[in-house]
């Protein structure tokens, strides 16, 4: 803006320059909005809209205040610029006087010299005029001067009182708007207002406690008036007198109310002056230099200044200089001068007495001088200086021009949300305030325009100074300040401390705003001074005195940090580049919390914590903690936790003298093991759901439940040494970047990584620690003090991880462990107690040396126990282990050699391991009998088998092999056709489970051997839950997950030669007792029994009755006459096998089903061909969708009506044969009649489809009637499937599917039927729109699908489907452009014969064993047309600019793309790799290479270049795959598996004569590559280590 030119400030929604008010008129003033836009009064008028404007540019609303626009702020600072524009333009006016002043004064004093020389008659009168003639010189001099001075005088006071009124009229706003500010705030603060009477609160809360009390009593009251046998269950004494307790209201302190909180709003009238001295302050600073006058001037040798004048008056007088600024001393004299500036006029305000250089009064006694000078941002004698970056920006008071302080809270503790900019170390680091992101943007958006000015350009008279403030890019478009550190001249070798512009080869600076020092080096080249000033411009710019006042606003943006306490890991070494790397990865360029700690010399002392990734944890990460738990650094002095970790609930203790069950889980000493009870199976489901949580967890969430900084006493997941996630706790911190924690369920401790631990969810502090902490109560250490090993030992021999007996014996606090006794399970006899039995090995020592070796437990204590955890067939006086599998029973010792399973005579309770579960209803046993016969087995198939070589056997489905797996050689049965991928699915007849293994791992397997120890079974009298036919997953996991590998007893129902056999079976608990599974999942809600006849009744089963199981059962119950007295009895028949005295069989009467007969509905009226509305009522599993019109949507109505009008009434249930069923009624889930269609009977269930909607359910017999509702009415639902588009896979996936129906379900769409069928029941052929937009393209968009190409070009897709409601008669001939062909697929070549080798040539490689080749014979010259496919792309490049660009991009879609050689190919569409720009993705298809172009580049391809076939084919090379361990560092990036250097060397084994030979064609064209001498190319790969044979 030119200063002369008032009228080129303008506003810059109207363009019209901004005015003064002169005389009665308003003027155009500037007025500032909210969001902090400027435009004129004028604009500001016509947008107003019911007192509010909303500004045209960011769109923020700004409240009108009451006067209306002319209430807004004025903009200030531009009315100034505007009036001293004015000012200066009139005072270059009033200098401008005419020439011949002086001639004038010449003349009068030539008169004067005339007369004086007629008066005086001397020798001497030439010497007199001579003298006089210079008096009057000197004389029209100093008038000409004084003249000057008084005029220059008179400006200079109106200018500079001008220019301080504004100012002044700024700090007061800023001041009042600082006010406003306090005022909100503290009004905002008094919603906490509540939390100051306290003591009402208290009373507030014994009303409320005492009004819950009395509403419980009165509810037990009524409840026990209704029942009076429930008067025994509380104490009725308590609850009459809770009931008849008076209320007293001087018990509670009623006067609480009527006290005030005891804050006050004050204004301290005495604390005025001080807080307005922060803000306001009077200073003299050293003086700015104004234009001078026109006319002036100040180099004249004739003429002196007025401050020539000066020194010559005064020659002690320095004057401030321009150039330097002043030294620290000066500078604090100089503020010795400041007032303070009163907003009364009773304060009185100090004058200043600096002395005038040009008259002897002072200034004070001036009137026209100020005496009043407010305070800026940056003051003069420091403009020069480098700004604060240190603490001093962390502190409010020093930012509270830019209102971030909290007035309310004060608390230099408080944190704030913080991003680091750049980081020198640990110690020295520099962040910027989140909450000041949009300050930054207007900061950067300043700097930027203050650079587009040509003023801010660097001239050959410029200077660049150490200290000085200039304007640096960053990068494109993004300029920031700086501050010179050093400057570097030409020529000069050390640094200078300023330097000329076209001089400056080499400058380093500082960035304000970021905390970063760099060097820019200035290359210039040797010429003219432009030539020399370009480089400086191109990434300096100056700042000028105007530039410097607007910046001068914005305090630097970086604050200069340093982590608290934190000291180097080694402070001899300094901090070392991990400790660096560490801290800029934890903190990287997020967010982070700071919180202010203190204050050294320039640095804030601050901790960053960084807010965790679950929300559930309250703990956030301390990164001083963090960087000295990876130990690379040290605290100087310790530090404490601001939060508490969340803890797990403490465990729940045994009542004292009860006897429960438990296993020992770990024994460090007699006086300092852990149990854990056992009482349901609610922790073994939470272990399973626990492995679920953690080992199924995405990558991309992995990082979110890290724990980088563990914390002493912090909740946990960790991993034990079996690879399994258990709950701890962290105790400790052992160094190594290790963690010691304890598993709180189990009690052990363990030193791991911290990679192995994991946040905790939620969810898994809903159980309490399992692990009991617990000593044995009766015993002492031998010599009083410590237990020896041997006692250790014995003792966990005796307990560990074995069901025991746990009484305790008192009460402790929860830091000390439990005194228990501890019995030991036992089936011949009572218990022992495992104190006695140390006690009497000599190994401890009762408490009080009270020692009995034939010591027995009392007789309250003697008690029958349940078996132990896998009970075995015992034999007389000897008990089977469960692990013991060294004995073995006798007749498994007389065991002949037989390769079939021959199932034994005794059909019920036989022991059994189940080895592989598919569901209930498929699972496989082995039975331990013949554990011995499995062994020899093996030894057998390893004896004949694995010194075999490997055959070329074609392995068909159903084939008995050898198969090599984990190491041990089993026998196998091949499951389906091995094809060309020479991977076999397996099924291990002796185990049943099914495995995927190479060909070369497969053996033929003699016919001797042949068969299988493994019996298929499935559970009986279930079925799955739910009416469906297949078990959920749910029921599958579970009991795959408790069953598999667990020894179980079996009773085989039915003895039959299929498979799978049905089975009764029974495993045990971790109580010992017998659970029969099929009850359990029933329980459950996993399963549903068997429907028995209703007048069927079961006979009783002797052999069941007498089974091995259920004769321990009875044995148990015989033993209740025992005279203990308390006694531990088996379970009861609820869970264990069922064996009732059963009743004698009643006669059967068999109902005889009504054999019924019902046709299908009518099928639908079919729409015409071309476009309708219908709605969707139901997408199937395959992708048929199913939909109503809108004439069958109001048939829909009247159908309901009168089905409801003629079905009152239920008919009457009878058993059916649904086998000549189709049409029927059903009873849906709200209870009201549909029409349906059967589909299949499952049991108890009935599968239906609704023929008016499509649904399918699975619905229970009794809602389903075989009758006909409405017959004459037609189906009212259309099936339909989607035109010329093929699913991924040729079927539609389940996220196809689940798309499908968000999109159509219950919507109305456009639908084009483009077929009809023949069949009037059959699927339309249809197009469905959704807002215009083709469902085809959405489909193929999100890769479901992909466009049927062989779909004629009369056929093809449309973009847009036409109105349906409004037929318009416009003619858009002209209009639209012309079409693209949809043009068919690329054509392949013809391959030799499988096995038949032929010349080819590598054309591209992917990887080592992935590329691209082409045949050599007979493909080379291929014409179509009399020409080659190369002389008709050389053609089409010719006039390659007639040909349009591509204006539709289906993937897979041909056309021409250009080559890095300017010409244009064929090639495919693959995808879009951006949008903005837009690029995409093509491959040309006759050289196999990728490439992304715009779209600018991407040509139609002509149809006649479809006929030529593919000049490259993309084949697998079989024979060989990537390393299983890559030792190379470089990779390919997109096929991490090869290493840069095998795909090196693949392309050096690639040159020269190679022939191929095709191995097989599906499910990818895979061959082997040989070289000229016959070997297979890949054979150095393998021999280099660079691939593995495959």
Request: charged content about 25%.
């Amino acid at each position: 803006m030119e200063r002369d030119n008032s009228s080129a400030v303008v506003c810059k929604l109207c363009g019209d320059a901004f005015t003064l008010p002169e005389g009665d008129g308003d003027g155009n003033l500037p007025r500032v909005l909210l969001c902090g836009h400027i435009y004129c009064t004028s604009c500001l008028v016509s947008i107003q809209c019911d007192s509010v404007v909303i500004c045209p540019e960011c769109e923020v609303e700004s409240t009108i205040p009451e006067d209306g626009v002319y209430g807004l702020q004025a903009e200030s600072r531009i009315i100034g610029l505007i009036y001293t524009a004015k000012m200066n333009k009139m005072k270059s006016l009033r200098w401008d006087r005419p020439k011949d002043h002086r001639r004038i004064k010449l003349e009068t004093s030539t008169d004067m010299n005339a007369n004086t020389e007629d008066m005086e008659q001397s020798a001497d009168i030439d010497k007199i005029e001579k003298t006089l003639a210079q008096a009057a010189e000197n004389l029209a001099q100093l008038e000409y001067i004084h003249e000057t001075l008084t005029t220059g005088l008179a400006e200079q006071v109106k200018t500079e009182r001008a220019r301080l009124e504004r100012e002044i009229k700024q700090a007061v706003d800023k001041a009042l708007h600082a006010v406003r500010k306090w005022k909100d705030v503290q009004l905002n603060q008094l919603t906490k207002l509540e939390a100051q009477f306290s003591t009402s609160q208290e009373e507030v809360f014994c009303v409320q406690e005492r009004i819950k009390a009395l509403k419980i009593a009165m509810q037990m009251a009524r409840e026990v008036r209704r029942a009076p046998s429930l008067e025994q269950y509380c104490t009725l004494d308590k609850v009459v007198e809770t009931l008849q307790a008076p209320v007293d209201e001087k018990s509670f302190d009623s006067k609480c109310i009527t006290v005030g909180s005891g804050m006050s709003c004050v204004f301290r009238s005495e604390a005025l002056n001080q807080s307005l001295s922060l803000s306001l302050k009077m200073e003299v600073s050293n003086p700015k230099l104004l234009p001078p006058p026109k006319g002036h001037q100040p180099g004249n040798s004739t003429r002196k200044s007025p401050c020539q004048l000066a020194e010559g008056s005064n020659s002690t007088s320095t004057p401030p200089s321009r150039d330097k600024p002043p030294t620290p001393q000066k500078q604090h004299q100089e503020s010795h001068g400041t007032n303070i500036l009163s907003s009364q006029g009773s304060i009185p305000s100090p004058r200043l007495h600096r002395k005038s250089k040009f008259s002897g009064r002072s200034l004070a006694s001036d009137p026209g001088t100020p005496d009043v000078i407010i305070e800026e941002l940056f003051d003069e004698g420091q403009e020069h200086a480098l700004p604060p970056t240190g603490p001093e920006l962390g502190n409010d008071k020093w930012r509270v021009h830019r209102r971030r302080r909290n007035q309310f809270v004060s608390k230099t503790n408080v944190a704030r949300w913080v991003v680091v900019t750049h980081i020198v170390n640990p110690s020295h680091f520099y962040v910027r305030y989140v909450a000041e992101k949009r300050e930054n943007e207007t900061l950067s958006k300043k700097i930027n325009h203050i650079c587009c000015r040509d003023s801010c350009r660097f001239t050959s008279s410029d200077t660049v100074e150490t200290g000085s403030m200039i304007l640096v890019k960053w990068k494109e478009g993004l300029w920031c300040r700086a501050n010179v550190v050093e400057v570097l001249q030409n020529g000069c070798v050390e640094a200078v401390k300023a330097c000329p512009v076209d001089q400056l080869t080499s400058i380093c600076v500082f960035f304000l705003d970021y905390g970063l020092t760099k060097s820019i080096t200035i290359q210039s080249d040797e010429g003219t001074a432009e030539s020399s000033l370009k480089p400086v411009n191109t990434h300096l710019r100056k700042v000028g005195e105007a530039e410097n006042v607007e910046l001068g606003h914005f305090v630097p943006q970086a604050i200069r940090c340093s982590l608290k306490d934190l000291v180097p890991y080694d402070p001899t070494k300094g901090w070392s580049e991990e400790a660096q790397f560490e801290f800029h990865s934890v903190v990287d360029s997020a967010a982070v919390e700071m919180l202010p700690l203190g204050q050294d010399r320039d640095f804030l002392l601050v901790d960053l914590r960084k807010a965790p990734m679950d929300q559930s944890i309250d703990v956030p990460i301390s990164v001083r903690e963090y960087l000295v738990f990876i130990e690379v650094a040290r605290f100087y002095s310790p530090v404490t936790l601001g939060r508490r970790p969340l803890l797990y609930y403490p465990p729940v203790y045994p009542k004292i003298n009860t006897e429960l069950n438990a296993v020992v889980s770990h024994i460090n000493n007699p006086s300092d093991f852990y149990i854990q009870l056992v009482d349901n199976m609610e922790y073994m489901l939470f272990t399973a759901k626990l492995q679920d949580c953690y080992n199924t967890t995405p990558a991309a969430r992995t990082d979110d439940l890290n724990v980088y900084c563990p914390v002493i006493g912090q909740a946990c997941v960790a991993r034990f040494d079996d690879k399994l996630w258990y709950r701890a706790q962290v105790i400790g911190h052992p160094g190594g970047r290790k963690v010691e924690v304890q598993y709180v369920d189990f009690g052990n401790k363990n030193i791991l990584p911290v990679s192995d631990l994991r946040k905790i969810k939620d969810e898994f502090f809903a159980l309490p620690s399992m692990a009991i902490h617990c000593c044995l109560s009766e015993v002492i250490p031998l010599d009083g003090k410590t237990w020896t090993d041997a006692c250790t030992n014995r003792f966990i021999s005796l307990a560990h991880q074995k069901l025991v007996t746990i009484m305790a014996t008192g009460t402790i606090r929860k830091t000390d462990p439990l005194p228990v006794k501890l019995f030991e399970s036992s089936l011949n006899g009572p218990p022992a107690n495992i104190a006695e039995v140390l006690v009497e090995e000599e190994l401890a020592c009762f408490k009080g040396r009270l020692k009995s070796k034939n010591a027995t437990p009392p007789v309250d204590e003697s008690a029958l126990w349940d078996p132990p955890l896998e009970l075995g067939v015992a034999t007389k006086g000897a008990v089977d282990a469960p692990d013991q599998n060294i004995t073995r029973e006798p007749k498994e010792q007389l065991l002949d050699f037989q390769p079939l399973l021959n199932l034994p005579a005794q059909l019920k309770d036989l022991k059994v391991i189940v080895s592989h579960i598919n569901s209930p209803s498929s699972f496989y046993v082995q039975f331990t009998q013949f554990n011995s016969l499995h062994e020899r087995m093996c030894e057998e198939v390893k004896q004949a088998c694995a010194l075999m070589e490997p055959q070329d056997v074609v392995w068909k489905a159903g084939m008995y092999c050898a198969a090599h797996t984990n190491g041990v050689w089993e026998r196998g049965q091949i499951c389906s056709d091995v094809t060309s991928s020479n991977i076999a699915e397996v099924m291990r007849c002796d185990h049943g489970s099914k495995v995927k293994l190479h060909v070369s791992n497969l053996r033929p397997l003699p016919s001797s051997l042949k068969g299988s120890l493994a019996v298929e079974c499935a559970l009986c009298d279930i079925r799955p839950a739910g009416g469906q036919s297949t078990w959920t997953a749910t029921a599958c996991d579970l009991i795959s997950h408790f069953l598999t590998g667990a020894k179980a007893y079996i009773t085989i129902k039915e003895l039959t030669d299929e498979r799978p056999v049905p089975v009764t079976l029974f495993c045990c608990n971790n109580m010992g007792q017998f659970v029969n599974i099929a009850e359990f999942l029933a329980i459950e809600g996993l399963a549903l029994r068997e429907r028995k006849p209703r007048d069927a009744v079961p006979i009783p089963d002797k052999t069941e009755a007498e089974s091995p199981v259920n004769k321990k059962q009875t044995d148990g119950n015989k033993k209740q006459n025992h005279p203990a007295p308390n006694l531990i009895h088996f379970p009861p028949r609820s869970s264990v096998a069922p064996t009732p005295t059963r009743p004698t069989p009643a006669p059967r009467t068999i109902m005889s089903a009504e054999k019924v007969k019902t046709p299908l509905y009518h099928p639908p009226e079919l729409p015409v061909l071309g476009h309708i509305q219908m709605t969707v009522t139901a997408v199937r599993e395959d992708g048929l969708i199913y939909a109503r019109t809108q004439n069958a949507e109001c048939q829909l109505e009247y159908l309901r009506e009168n089905i409801k009008q003629s079905m009152r009434t239920l008919p009457i249930q009878k058993p059916y044969t649904w086998k000549s069923v189709l049409g029927c009624a059903i009873i849906g889930p709200d209870m009201l009649w549909h029409r349906g269609q059967l589909l299949e009977v499952l049991g108890g269930h009935i599968k239906v489809q609704y023929v008016d909607c499509g649904l399918v359910e699975n619905i229970p017999v009794v809602h389903v009637y075989p009758i006909l509702l409405c017959a004459d009415v037609p189906q009212l639902c259309v099936p339909c499937q989607l035109h010329a588009i093929n699913p991924v896979g040729g079927q539609w996936h389940q996220d196809a599917v689940t798309l499908l129906r968000e999109l159509l379900l219950n919507r109305s769409v456009d639908i084009e039927v483009m077929e009809l069928p023949t069949d009037p029941r059959g699927p339309l052929t249809v197009e469905v729109f959704l807002d215009g937009q083709s469902l085809n393209r959405i489909l193929c968009h999100h890769e479901h699908a992909s466009v049927d190409w062989t779909v004629s070009a009369q056929k093809e897709l449309s973009v847009t489907s036409p109105g349906v409601l409004d037929h318009w008669d416009i003619d858009t001939e002209g209009l639209r452009g012309p079409e693209e062909p949809i043009l068919g697929p690329f054509v392949f070549p013809s391959l030799p014969r499988t096995r038949e080798q032929f010349q080819v040539r590598v054309k591209h490689l992917l990887t080592p064993n992935e590329l691209f080749l082409w045949p050599l014979e007979g493909m080379t010259d291929l014409e179509v047309d009399g020409e080659t496919l190369d002389e008709a792309l050389n053609r089409i490049n010719a006039n390659i600019n007639s040909l349009p660009q591509l204006t539709s991009f289906p993937c897979g879609g041909p056309c021409l793309a250009e080559y890095s050689d300017g010409k244009y190919y064929r090639a495919k569409l693959i995808n879009f790799t951006s949008v903005e720009p837009v690029r995409i993705l093509v491959q040309h298809v006759d050289f196999g290479s990728d490439d992304s172009l715009p779209t600018s580049k991407i040509r139609q391809m002509p149809a006649e270049l479809m006929r030529f076939p593919l000049h490259v084919l993309r084949v697998k090379v079989a024979g060989f795959k990537a390393p299983s361990v890559n030792r190379e560092r470089d990779v390919l990036p997109y096929s991490p598996g090869w290493s840069v250097k095998a795909a090196m060397d693949m392309i050096d084994l690639l040159h020269g004569d190679i022939t191929a030979s095709v191995v097989a064609r599906e499910p990818e064209l895979t061959v082997l590559l040989h070289n000229k001498d016959g070997e297979l190319v890949h054979l150095p790969l393998v021999r280099r280590g660079l691939a593995e044979l495959e």
